[in-house]
């Protein structure tokens, strides 16, 4: 009996060691991203061409109180009983907002994008029914955010972050008030230390303008998103880089600014992309009349096709008329031969796939419930933007670029996409079993290559040394949708010479904005 | 007296409920039989497991996207006797999982191999019965570098497991009941993207993997020529999450399940080193796991080493 004892003794040892050694959290890779420490503090940012916004100081902002002021001293005071009594939590908010605004508020509506790229599970009757914007919390909940909405939705809030920024800085360095920390040797630095002016506070810009946004985008997150705004605002204040007013000031410009950005996004043709059954009849009938076979839905029961009058809608970097100009010539025809070849390459590929194809395929697939591929480029800047050392407003500007190539690159494609209305290879070979799932949507040209053609080309602008990584990486989300049983040889390679077109757009107007010069 | 019985059975771990669930009568590592010193018991088992509905969450839905989701198995197994109180049993699968409809790819290849160290300390005669306890460590790791992160189409989970068993069996005449508890540690695994959603957006490529609990009864007939039994089972995954609406089902999803079923194994009078085993059972309860039927079919033989050593004498 001792001796079972013993052993029974060492068994439980032995686990309880394993267990101990094996713990299982999972930090993200951005959880614990160095505080913002710009070697560029970029003070004449508030000259910076805007996107919306015709003038920086389009949205007034009053002069603040002196520094000498018992308004101001009593707004240090309130830092400084914070400072006296921060919880492990509050300590943890200001090193999660220090890494940047424009990087945190990016990765909440990546979260967000992620939360909501699910479609809508059919009714009794086999027909589907559609988010209603009106009613976003009844199901399916609005938005369904697919790639053409991530994409639109990144740009927007991206552009007028942006916008929000540049008005800032030039208010910054109209009022060139001091950072609290610079004014009262009694506020920590809880930050690294700047000369930035404080007024109006960079990150209650953010907080205002983005929570503002997030209404029209997200409207089931209005309340979490608030909360979100209010961590940003009190981890600025808390850090000593930020007093009461620097932020009051701050929020009422960025909420400001948001409203041009949401009078645009009311207005762009987005809430009509859905269609209605006469337009999916007419692209049926119309691809039929010119002697191709029409895109049928490959879910069942069959869905209608996902935002077919989204290459409608208003792009930022250039006008609807270059849209299409920027819109290819036609696929292979549908009964040719050389569709036969590509139906066929496709097939070779998913008929005996390597670990190596699914391991691209699923690297690249963001699929239901991701980003969708626009988040997942903007992950990839994110993750390199970190190692520059941008200032707040050059990040927003580089968020901006891209995810501005990154919607417009989806609206050229999407016209693209319902212009010629092609079948998928499955279509074509029902023997073909792709890895991962088929987006419900037309094959050519494909969408994956168009948005990584433009990333590719606007991120090698801004960080020329990973220009050759970027462009490979492209180059393999590109592939992936081929060898996954996605798309044909065509739709890739056009889709990322389009992408690569639409991105030089953007790298034009970034050559002349001002932040390079 | 159990022992006695040369053939014994072996075994699949796997708790893989969306992907493959073949809870089956040869089962060595959940049975109150031990294999006598020196005795190896080897063979083959292929089992079928398919479902048309499952729960998301703990809504039960079908998907003609995928039809019919199927997984066959042939898998190797073995259980070797140290001596009769202390046996080692492993066991490794070759899978493949395939669709009825919709478009999405099948899945095949070699999945975990499993290995047990089963230990009985207590055994205990009574006036009317026998008592015995046994205790289990068993571990599994991933044979290949196998894709886990296409549910339900992949062929496993890729997670390296530990568990810890306890068993108590009573038996009186040729009838016996069986219990047995086991905790499984799961590993996190690795996948081929580098975010994912969960509850919130995790970025990273690694995947936390919940632990799970287990609960197995059996009841039945036990003689030297044919055991019958009928099975319960219970896993329980001790976090995770559910799948929302529509969305596909992930490695860390919240997977339950209630199984019932019954097993046999009819060894062979003529040629008593020779086994047939079977099995069947239901899906009856779940969450986040497909609504599986899962049958099994096995051959099992026994080399005994201890009288082949005698023989050369």
Not at chain 1, 175 to 182: A, K
Not at chain 1, 452 to 468: D, Q, V
Not at chain 2, 118 to 143: A, Q, R
Not at chain 2, 290 to 307: E, K, M, P, R
Request: aromatic share 12%.
């Amino acid at each position: 009996m001792k001796k079972i004892i013993t052993l029974l003794a060492i068994t439980i040892i032995t686990s309880a060691i394993i267990f101990i050694a094996c713990n299982k959290n999972i930090i993200g890779r951005t959880a614990n991203a160095p505080a913002l420490n710009p070697q560029n503090l970029d003070l004449n940012a508030g000259t910076w061409k805007t996107v919306l916004l015709s003038r920086p100081d389009t949205f007034a902002v009053a002069a603040p109180a002196a520094v000498t002021s018992p308004a101001y001293i009593a707004e240090l005071n309130e830092i400084k009983g914070y400072q006296k009594n921060l919880t492990d939590e509050q300590e943890q908010n200001i090193k999660y907002w220090s890494a940047g605004g424009v990087l945190r508020w990016n990765e909440i509506m990546r979260d967000l994008v992620a939360k909501y790229n699910l479609a809508a599970y059919q009714n009794p009757d086999g027909t589907y029914p559609i988010p209603n914007a009106n009613n976003p919390f009844a199901y399916p909940l609005f938005p369904f955010a697919n790639p053409p909405y991530a994409a639109r939705a990144y740009a927007y809030i991206s552009a007028a972050q942006y916008d929000a920024l540049v008005a800032c800085w030039y208010y910054k360095k109209l009022y060139n008030r001091s950072q609290p920390y610079v004014v009262d040797a009694g506020v920590v630095a809880k930050v690294p230390q700047t000369t930035l002016p404080s007024y109006p506070s960079e990150a209650a810009v953010l907080a205002g303008v983005t929570a503002e946004m997030m209404k029209l985008f997200f409207p089931d997150e209005i309340g979490n998103i608030q909360l979100k705004a209010q961590d940003q605002e009190l981890s600025a204040i808390m850090s000593g880089a930020a007093t009461r007013s620097d932020v009051v000031a701050g929020e009422a410009l960025g909420r400001q600014i948001a409203q041009q950005f949401i009078a645009r996004g009311k207005t762009d043709n987005a809430g009509k992309a859905v269609g209605t059954q006469t337009d999916w009849t007419a692209l049926e009938t119309t691809t039929i009349a010119r002697g191709e076979i029409p895109w049928y839905s490959l879910d069942l029961p069959k869905r209608p096709p996902m935002l077919p009058l989204f290459g409608k809608v208003t792009p930022f970097l250039f006008d609807t008329a270059t849209v299409t100009a920027l819109r290819p010539g036609p696929p292979p025809a549908t009964l040719g031969d050389q569709m036969k070849n590509e139906t066929n390459e496709v097939y070779g590929y998913v008929k005996k796939p390597t670990r190596e194809y699914f391991r691209i395929v699923h690297f690249w697939a963001d699929g239901v419930g991701t980003y969708t591929p626009p988040g997942h480029w903007d992950a990839i800047a994110a993750e390199d933007f970190i190692k520059k050392n941008f200032s707040e407003v050059r990040w927003a500007r580089n968020m901006a670029l891209l995810n501005m190539s990154l919607m417009d690159a989806c609206i050229v494609c999407w016209n693209t996409k319902y212009f010629y209305f092609n079948a998928r290879p499955t279509q074509l070979n029902p023997a073909i079993k792709t890895l991962t799932g088929i987006p419900n949507f037309p094959s050519y040209i494909s969408g994956h290559s168009t948005f990584s053609g433009a990333a590719a080309a606007i991120l090698g602008y801004i960080i020329p040394e990973r220009a050759n990584d970027y462009y490979a990486m492209a180059q393999e989300a590109s592939t992936s949708r081929m060898v996954g049983g996605i798309h044909y040889r065509s739709d890739c390679a056009v889709g990322l010479i389009v992408g690569k077109n639409v991105g030089n757009y953007a790298i034009n107007r970034a050559k002349v904005d001002g932040a390079d010069q | 007296m159990r022992n006695f019985y040369k053939l014994s059975r072996a075994i699949i771990v796997s708790a893989l409920l969306f992907v493959i669930h073949l809870t089956s009568s040869a089962q060595t590592d959940q049975d109150a039989i031990m294999m006598s010193k020196n005795n190896l018991c080897s063979g083959l088992m292929y089992g079928h497991s398919s479902w048309t509905n499952y729960w998301e969450g703990t809504f039960k839905r079908d998907n003609p996207n995928l039809g019919t989701v199927s997984t066959s198995m042939l898998s190797v197994m073995g259980n070797y006797g140290i001596n009769r109180r202390l046996n080692i049993i492993f066991a490794l699968p070759y899978v493949q999982t395939k669709a009825t409809q919709g478009t999405l790819h099948g899945m095949k290849g070699i999945q975990d191999i499993s290995a047990w160290i089963k230990w009985m300390p207590i055994e205990k005669d009574f006036k009317k019965g026998t008592v015995s306890l046994y205790v289990l460590g068993g571990t599994s790791i991933p044979t290949s570098n196998y894709v886990a992160d296409f549910l339900p189409l992949s062929i496993g989970l890729h997670s390296k497991t530990l568990s810890g068993r306890i068993i108590l069996d009573y038996q009186r005449g040729a009838f016996f009941a069986t219990g047995s508890a086991t905790y499984t540690y799961r590993s996190n695994v690795t996948i081929d993207r580098t975010s994912y959603y969960t509850t919130t957006l995790i970025l990273s490529n690694q995947v936390q993997m919940p632990d799970v609990m287990g609960e197995n009864f059996r009841i039945g007939y036990r003689s030297n020529y044919l055991i019958a039994e009928a099975v319960v089972s219970n896993m329980t995954t001790l976090s995770g999450f559910d799948i929302r609406k529509n969305d596909m089902p992930f490695l860390s999803n919240k997977m339950n399940a209630t199984t019932a079923g019954i097993n046999f194994k009819y060894t062979l009078k003529k040629l008593s080193a020779l086994a047939i085993t079977g099995g069947a059972d239901y899906t009856v309860a779940g969450r986040n796991v497909g609504q599986s039927t899962n049958l099994n079919i096995g051959a099992f033989y026994v080399l005994d080493f201890t009288h082949k050593k005698k023989d050369k004498k």
